[in-house]
């Protein structure tokens, strides 16, 4: 789902900063992630479910270094390149749009 692109309702609001709010966690995750394993950041050249085994063996990795408070490791400017992500909503190119204003109709208006 995305934001909208002119809120008008409480409603809207509530929803869209819901959104930006979850997406942003998010997204300072997968920087985490990523800065543990530098792989997820570059183009894996390896077959489709090699690239998913790796994915789900970097997962458990890093779960297994969160729960041992092991650090994550220092900066390599090698690999740093972060993604500026952008806070701006898209347009709906797909079929969501119901499920978002049901999601908004149904959820977000019972929380004012």
Avoid at 49 to 75: C, F, K, R, S, Y
């Amino acid at each position: 789902m995305t934001p909208l692109l002119n809120p008008i309702t409480p409603e809207e609001m509530l929803y869209n900063e819901s959104h930006i709010r979850t997406r942003n966690v998010v997204e300072r995750s997968y920087g985490i992630w990523k800065r543990r394993f530098p792989i997820l950041k570059l183009e894996m050249r390896v077959k489709l479910q090699t690239a998913q085994t790796i994915i789900v063996a970097t997962g458990v990795l890093h779960n297994i270094a969160l729960q041992m408070a092991d650090d994550l490791p220092e900066d390599n400017e090698e690999y740093i390149n972060e993604i500026e992500v952008d806070n701006a909503a898209v347009p709906i190119a797909n079929n969501n749009g119901n499920v978002r204003e049901n999601l908004i109709r149904d959820y977000f208006s019972t929380l004012l």
